[in-house]
């Protein structure tokens, strides 16, 4: 799998920072001028795309009451239906065309989520950079044929993915030559417990696969999203509304715009901090280290006076002979008079 590739304009994998992604989802709460105000919130916050779900309810699954489409699994949607939540949840496909040209015009990418066939089409006429496979949708394999031969990135969720689940979904891209693909590390429960999330998976998948790794997360907070930084992270995707208190079927476990700007800035700060991996002395270091000890005069030694360790010591800085000759030059003579703070040198001495 390629370890570098664009999304848009910005590009993804090694070397490059995190591509972090606001999901909108169902927080435009049915209000097209709030899904507007949210894409403004992810420019300000820090965000490099957002990210839509493009369905609607009769495209993802359909209207009955059965038992095996309600909503029973201990969820802040228990109690309703699949065609009800997502009646209520979906974002109006006339919108999105209008919404990605919004993003485009802050600098942001915009990508979604389809769920068939047809959404697929409609993404295609609006040229998205990318596509997201969500979790429960990995294990649709015409569906993700039809995105891989776009030959455009494939963002998978794991949430819900059996190991062969993964290995089907990207052996189908590898025989459509698609290899631009990033596995995010999942929990499909809303919000996710801290003990459930497992961020040492990411590294597993990276090795496991062969492919660059990140993050859907539906934790509440920043710690989550900044620590999966360091464990080789190359997406962070977080979901985003103005506040939490307006509701809606996502909001309970959404960012705020305040916190969405917390995270991004400790991300970042993150990645400066990691550096290299690489054990080098910076240049500042280098100097640094001319402070630290060595072999000095401490007291006043005549010409040919002894050194002893009465009168030679190791101390700060760093200007004399390395330590590691200390027990070599006790007793060896002064060949002239030594003055208390001079720095040994081996042509002081016989």
Known sequence: MNKNFKIGNKMVGEGAP??????????????????????????????????????TADTITIDCDDECFQINEGTIWD?????????????PWEWQPRLKEE??????????SPFDFTSVDFLEEMQVPAYKIASYEIND??????????????IFATGIAYPEDIERALSVCKEEGNEDII???CVSSYPTPYEAVNLNVIPTLAKTYDCLTGISDHTMGTIVSAGAIPLGAKMVEKHLTLRRSDGGPDGAFSMEPEEFKQMVEEIRILEKALGSSEYVLTDAQKIEHEGSRSLFVVEDIPEGGLLTPENIRSIRPGNG????????????????FLKKGTPLAWELIN
């Open 18 to 55: 995190a591509f972090i992604v606001a999901e909108i989802s169902a927080n435009h709460n049915q209000d097209y001028s709030r899904a507007v105000e949210i894409i403004h919130a992810a420019k300000e916050a820090g965000a490099d795309a957002v990210k839509l779900q493009t369905y």
């Open 79 to 91: 109690g309703t239906t699949l065609y009800k939540l997502y009646k209520e949840a979906y974002t």
């Open 103 to 112: 993003a485009e015009k802050l600098g942001l990418e915009c990508f979604s």
């Open 141 to 154: 394999i015409p569906l993700i044929r039809k995105i891989a031969r776009l030959h455009k990135p494939v």
């Open 183 to 185: 596995l995010l590390k």
């Open 321 to 336: 002979l390395h330590t590691m000759y200390y027990e070599e030059v006790l007793g060896k003579r002064a060949k002239h």
